[in-house]
C-alpha cells in the first residue's frame, strides 16, 4: 500500500504553497498542485484507514449504517476520465488535499469510456487498472471510501458485433435504454463487471469484491425508458421497420414463445432488431396477464385492438408515447394500451436491477447497489424496488447545446437559484430521491461555470439534503490535471480552481457529516396512484413543494392531495426555523448553533442570522454576490467555540472569458464566446466600509474591499487571515490590519 505522508502536515505546506504570492485580486492555481479548500484541516472528519469498521449496510430505518450500527454518511467529488489515469505524485497529492478538505468519498466517474480501462477487446487495460487501484488505496489510506460506477459512457464498437452486439455504432454511448432489456448488451455487461469487482488490487491485495474501502456501486448511469424518451419512441418505430441486419442468436431464443416482428415498412432501420426484441418482451408480458386477445378486449376495449392483434401469436403494436397526456389519463381507445407499456417498461427496468444486482452478488459484492434513472418521472421511481439505495442528480445551469450534446458552443442561463421555490428546485428534487425505507444519495451536484451565482451551490445543497436527511453530497466534479497543462483554470464541471465553491466545500462539508441543520421535524408522506406511475409524462408536481419545510418521503399508493398550503412564500421557512429562503431577494439565511450563513445577492442591504439562544450574525457588504459562512471547528456552539471558521466568498471568472447575451430560440440566454484562461479573477479591489461582520451589535470583522476571497480562522489568541487582495485595510475585533495577498497574516485577537 502506498505510505501515508499525513494529510494535516503535508497539507498545510500546500495550502500556503498555493496561496504565496499571487497578483492583486487573482486566485492563481498556476501551478502543479491544488489548493486546500481552507486554512483549516477537515480531516479530522475522516476514520482512517477506510474499511476499518466492514462492508457499508443499509440499517432498518432506510439510512447507512456500519456494522457496529453506527450511521455513515458522505460527502465527496467525482473524479473522471483523465483525471483518474496520473501518476504516483499526483494521486498522493490529490488524496492529501481531498483529506485536508474534508471529504470521505471519491465516485470514480466514466471509467469505461474512449480512454478508460476498457479495452476495445473487452479486456481491461493494465496500465489504466494500476491507477485505479493506486487510487483506491491512497484514499483508504486517508479514510475516504470509493463509489464505483460500472455501465457509464461505454462506446459499443464494431468489434463488439462478434460478441452479438446488433448496430453498435447506433445505439449511442453505454447503449441507453437497449442495454437494459437486449441480452447480448447485458451479457457484455455482466462480464465487465465481473472482470473489474473480482480483479486484485496490487497495492492491498484485495480483490474489488472484499474491499469494504469500497463502499458502493452504481450498476448504470443515467439510462431508462422515460430518462432516455426520444430513444423509446425510437424503438417503437424500429419494432416496425424492417432489420438490415439477421435477429441475432441469443435474442432469438427461439423455441421459447418466439414472436415474429410485423412486416414493417419499406426500408431497413438498424434498430429494428432491437424493436422486434422490445416487442417480443412486451407481448409475453401482454400474454402472461391477459392470456389472449380476449382477455386483452376485456381489459382495453374492443375498441382499442386492430384486426390481427393478439398477445398469442405476438402481434400487439407497441404505441407510441409522444402524445402521452400531461393530465389525466385519457378515456381514450388506446389509454389501456399506453398505460400497460408503461408498467410494461417500468417492470422491465425493475428485472434488469434485481438480476443485475443478484449478479454482483453472485460474484462476491456485499456492499450497497444503485442504478440511476431520474429522480422526476413516476414510472422511474416505480422500478427502484430492489436497488439498496436512491441516486440521482441536482444540477443548477447545466450547459445546454444549440445540437448534439457537447458539441459546438455551450449555452447557460446565468439566474439565481434563490430566486425560485418551485418544485424543479433544490429541496424538491432532492427529495424526490427518498422512495421508501432506502437511503438517499445526490452523486452529482453542482451549479457550474460560468454562473455567476455559483457561491450559492455548496450552501443551498448542504442545507436542504440536511433538511432532507439525504446520506451523501459529492460534488461534480473535481480534476487533477495542473492549470499548467493548457486547460482553462475555471471550467463547467471543474471545481478545485473556483474559489467561490471550493473555498466552501470543507465548512459545507463538516456541517453536512456534523448534521448541524437539521432534518424537517415531521416527515410528510406523499404517495402518488398506480394511475400516475403508468402514466409516461407523469412527473414529481407540486405536491412535493412541503419538501421545502420538511423532511419528504414518497410511495405508491392512495394519492395525496394537494394542500393549499403548499404553495411556497417568500421568506420561505423550514419546520425547523433553521433555513429562511428569501426568494424576492435571492437569499438564503441558515441559522445554526454551530453554522451561520448568509448567500446569494447579499449586496443589496444587510443580513442577519440568528439561532435560538445565540447572539445574531450580521452582515452588510459592497459585494453584489456573494456568501459569508461562519461554523464552529471544535463542535461547539458559535457563541461558546474556541475555533472558529469565517469564510466570504464572492465570484470569479477566468482571465480572457467572453460571454454573448443571446436572442430568439438560442437555448440559453448566454453562449460562452471565450473561455478564457488562469488566474481566476475574483474582483477584489479597495472599497471603503465594503464589508462589516458584527456578531451580538458587536463590530467583529471590518474590511474595506468589494469582492474578493476572505478567510478567518479564528482561535482563542489570536486569528489567522488570508484574503486574495493585497493592501486591503480591515481590523478585527478592533485591531487593525493590512492584506497580503493570498499571504497568511496573523492578528492578536480577543473578542
Known amino acids: 500500500m502506498m505510505a501515508h505522508k499525513g494529510a494535516a502536515g503535508i497539507g498545510l505546506a500546500l495550502m500556503l504553497c498555493c496561496l504565496g504570492g499571487a497578483p492583486t485580486g487573482r486566485y492563481d492555481i498556476h501551478t502543479d498542485v491544488w489548493p486546500s479548500s481552507s486554512l483549516a484541516d477537515f480531516a479530522f472528519l475522516l476514520d482512517p484507514p477506510a474499511g476499518r469498521h466492514g462492508f457499508l449496510t443499509v440499517d432498518k430505518q432506510g439510512r447507512f449504517a456500519w456494522p457496529t450500527g453506527r450511521r455513515a454518511k458522505f460527502w465527496g467529488v467525482n473524479i473522471s476520465r483523465r483525471s483518474v489515469f496520473v501518476d504516483d505524485s499526483t494521486i498522493e497529492r490529490a488524496a492529501d488535499v481531498l483529506a485536508r478538505s474534508g471529504a470521505n468519498m471519491v465516485r470514480f466517474e466514466a471509467l469505461d469510456a474512449a480512454g478508460g480501462i476498457l479495452g476495445e477487446s473487452g479486456e481491461l487495460d493494465p496500465a489504466r487498472l494500476d491507477r485505479l487501484d493506486a487510487w483506491i488505496a491512497a484514499l483508504a489510506d486517508r479514510g475516504i471510501y470509493t463509489y464505483l460506477n460500472l455501465l457509464d459512457l461505454r462506446e459499443f464498437t464494431a468489434a463488439d458485433r462478434a460478441l452479438g452486439v446488433v448496430a453498435p455504432e447506433h445505439i ?88 415474429e416482428p410485423r412486416s414493417g415498412h419499406v426500408g431497413g432501420d438498424p434498430l429494428a432488431p432491437y424493436g422486434r426484441e422490445l416487442g417480443r418482451r412486451w407481448n409475453l408480458w401482454l400474454r402472461s396477464r391477459y392470456r389472449d386477445r380476449a382477455g386483452l378486449a376485456r381489459a382495453w376495449g374492443r375498441r382499442a385492438l386492430t384486426a390481427g392483434e393478439s398477445p398469442t401469436p405476438g402481434t400487439v403494436r407497441i404505441p407510441s408515447l409522444s402524445a402521452d397526456p400531461v393530465g389525466a389519463p385519457s378515456r381514450t381507445a388506446g389509454a389501456g394500451r399506453t398505460a400497460d407499456y408503461v408498467r410494461f417498461l417500468s417492470d422491465i427496468q425493475r428485472g434488469y436491477f ?52 457537447w458539441v459546438g458552443s455551450l449555452f447557460f442561463n446565468d439566474v439565481n437559484p434563490l430566486r425560485s421555490a418551485s418544485a424543479n428546485g433544490s429541496a424538491p428534487w432532492m427529495a424526490a430521491l427518498r422512495w421508501g425505507r432506502k437511503p438517499a444519495v445526490i452523486r452529482e451536484w453542482a451549479q457550474p461555470w460560468p454562473n455567476r451565482y455559483r457561491a450559492a451551490a455548496g450552501p443551498e445543497t448542504m442545507a436542504y439534503a440536511s433538511l432532507q436527511d439525504l446520506d451523501g453530497l459529492l460534488l461534480f466534479g473535481y480534476r487533477t490535471i495542473p492549470p499548467r497543462s493548457g486547460l482553462p483554470a475555471l471550467s463547467d464541471f471543474a471545481h478545485e480552481a473556483d474559489p467561490t465553491v471550493w473555498r466552501l466545500f470543507g465548512p459545507c462539508g463538516l456541517a453536512f457529516l456534523r448534521g448541524d441543520v437539521s432534518p424537517g421535524k415531521t416527515t410528510v408522506p406523499l404517495a402518488y396512484s398506480q394511475a400516475e406511475a403508468a402514466r409516461f409524462s407523469a412527473t414529481i408536481d407540486d405536491r412535493i413543494l412541503t419538501a421545502w419545510r420538511d423532511r419528504v418521503t414518497s410511495s405508491l399508493g392512495r394519492p395525496t392531495r394537494l394542500s393549499r398550503s403548499a404553495r411556497p412564500a417568500s421568506p420561505l421557512v423550514s419546520s425547523t426555523g433553521q433555513i429562511s429562503r428569501h426568494t424576492s431577494e435571492g437569499v438564503l439565511v441558515v441559522a445554526a448553533p454551530r453554522t451561520i450563513i448568509v448567500s446569494g445577492e447579499i449586496g443589496r442591504r444587510p443580513w442577519s442570522a440568528q439561532a435560538p439562544g445565540q447572539p445574531p450574525w450580521r452582515i452588510a457588504t459592497a459585494s453584489p454576490v456573494g456568501t459569508l459562512m461562519v461554523v464552529s471547528l471544535d463542535g461547539k456552539p458559535l457563541a461558546s467555540s474556541q475555533r472558529r471558521l469565517v469564510t466570504m466568498v464572492t465570484e470569479a471568472s477566468n482571465t480572457g472569458q467572453r460571454m454573448e447575451p443571446q436572442q430568439g430560440k438560442a437555448p440559453g440566454r448566454f453562449r460562452i464566446a471565450a473561455v478564457g484562461r488562469a488566474p481566476v479573477l475574483t474582483g477584489g479591489q479597495p472599497s471603503a466600509g465594503g464589508l462589516r461582520i458584527e456578531v451580538g451589535g458587536r463590530p467583529l470583522l471590518a474590511l474595506d474591499m468589494r469582492g474578493g476571497v476572505l478567510e478567518a480562522l479564528l482561535e482563542p489568541d489570536a486569528a489567522t487571515l488570508v484574503c486574495d487582495t493585497d493592501g486591503i485595510s480591515g481590523s478585527l475585533a478592533g485591531r487593525p490590519f493590512v492584506t497580503r495577498a493570498n499571504v497568511p497574516v496573523r492578528v492578536p485577537y480577543v473578542e
Not at 459484492?365 to 421511481?381: C, F, H, K, M, Q
Open 354 to 405: 434485481r438480476d443485475m444486482r443478484r449478479y454482483l452478488r453472485s460474484i462476491g459484492l456485499r456492499v450497497p447497489v444503485t442504478g440511476v434513472t431520474s429522480n422526476e418521472y413516476i414510472a422511474d421511481a416505480a422500478s427502484w424496488t430492489h436497488l439498496d439505495f436512491t441516486a440521482g442528480n441536482r444540477f443548477f445551469d447545466h450547459p445546454t447545446f444549440a445540437g448534439k450534446e
Open 172 to 259: 449511442g454511448r453505454a447503449g441507453r435504454p437497449f442495454a437494459m432489456f437486449d441480452p447480448a448488451l447485458i451479457r457484455l455487461q455482466r462480464e465487465y463487471a465481473r472482470r473489474l469487482l473480482t480483479h486484485r488490487n496490487a497495492y492491498t491485495g484485495l480483490r474489488y469484491v472484499e474491499d469494504p474501502a469500497i463502499a458502493m456501486v452504481e450498476i448504470c448511469n443515467e439510462s431508462g425508458f422515460f430518462l432516455r424518451r426520444a430513444e423509446t419512441e425510437r424503438l417503437r418505430r424500429a419494432s416496425e421497420a424492417r432489420s438490415p441486419y439477421p435477429l441475432p442468436r441469443d435474442n432469438r431464443s427461439a423455441g421459447r414463445d418466439a414472436i
